[in-house]
């Protein structure tokens, strides 16, 4: 059985900073892309961020740019998003998911595993 577990949510100050991971179990996501997604209350869910199987390459959604940065780390079989400058618009729930393929990727097709998903709540 296969399992992504996110963990670092929380509630943050506008202006902070989070550091959410992504453990896998079951199998190993070293030759796979991955990815973060996010749900706001009321809204679908949006890309957030996607890292190529090598971590040489990696995507990020216009809101997020310059703000997060996804990294991995294959002997771990984890994955990472590093959220700084956080705004009162990064509330949501946070999902991690595993890519079918090793190039990266904004398409939710394109993920065949996914996290339970991790509450990040920013406040004013």
């Known amino acids: 059985q296969v399992n992504l577990v996110e963990s670092g949510g929380g509630l943050v100050q506008a202006g902070g900073s989070l550091r959410l991971s992504c453990t896998a179990s079951g199998r190993t996501f070293s030759h796979h892309a991955m990815g973060w997604f996010r749900q706001a209350p009321g809204k679908g869910r949006e890309f957030v961020a996607t890292i190529s199987w090598s971590g040489g390459g990696t995507v990020y959604a216009d809101s997020v740019k310059g703000r997060f940065t996804i990294s991995r780390d294959n002997a771990e079989n984890t994955v990472y998003l590093q959220m700084n400058s956080l705004k009162l618009e990064d509330t949501a729930i946070y999902y991690c998911?595993?890519?079918?393929?090793?190039?990266?990727?904004?398409?939710?097709?394109?993920?065949?595993?996914w996290g339970q998903g991790t509450q990040v709540t920013v406040s004013s």
């Open positions: 998911a595993g890519g079918k393929y090793y190039t990266v990727s904004a398409d939710t097709d394109d993920y065949d595993y």
